[in-house]
């Protein structure tokens, strides 16, 4: 294989990662810390053409979820045990949801076990159209779920340094994908201009 046929798709390859794993429901920060109070942000991009009208998210054991920022088109409620626990919660759009090349984000805060190893966050997507995406799925799979690793200590700042970290994470994907997307741009051209020049050195 040419050089310049691998580095396109090598670029495409790149590219496509980068799609899929923005598409995904996630949950950040992907890393906390054991007894720690912190704000989670549920992150839901709408993957087709209908509308995301219906998200819900389950709480494992790990996580005890007290508190719910509003959003602004979406009513929320918490889903309870029979102690009266919060165990998921689910938003639901007062209007139109997310349409197709949105995305939304829900916040919610509580406080981590002091044994906890990992938040695993299953969570449903339902659209407009009836369909149900559920992200539930090991790592690695095409519906996985979102996971938080849980290191030991760390004590009550936590949720305020994790703030700072999920939002460069954010800004570091955004970033990689448009470098990638203008990369892939720049060889593409490329590529056609020593196409068009060997084909007009043969005439």
Known sequence: MKPWRFAIIWFAVLLLAVQIAEAHVTVNPNETFQGAHEVFTVRVPNEKEA?????????????????????????????????????????????????????????????????????????????????????????????????????????????????????AQSNWVQSSAALISWLALVLAIVSIAVVSRRRASKL
């Not at 997507?125 to 690695?140: C, F, H, I, L, R």
Request: hydrophobic share 30%.
């Open 51 to 167: 509308s995301t009208v219906r998200v819900e998210v389950h709480f494992p054991e790990q996580i005890s979820i007290s508190r719910v920022q509003p959003l602004a088109g979406w009513s929320y409620e918490f889903t309870k045990n029979a102690e009266g626990d919060n165990t998921g919660i689910v938003w639901s759009a007062e209007g139109d949801g997310f349409r197709d090349g949105e995305f939304g984000e829900f916040r919610i805060q509580g406080r981590v076990a002091d044994d906890a190893k990992e938040i695993v966050w299953k969570a449903y997507q339902t659209y407009s159209d009836g369909s149900v995406v559920e992200w539930t799925g090991d790592a690695g799979s095409d519906q996985p779920a979102s996971v938080t690793k849980v290191a030991p200590g760390g004590g009550h700042n936590a949720g305020d340094h994790h703030a700072v970290s999920h939002q």
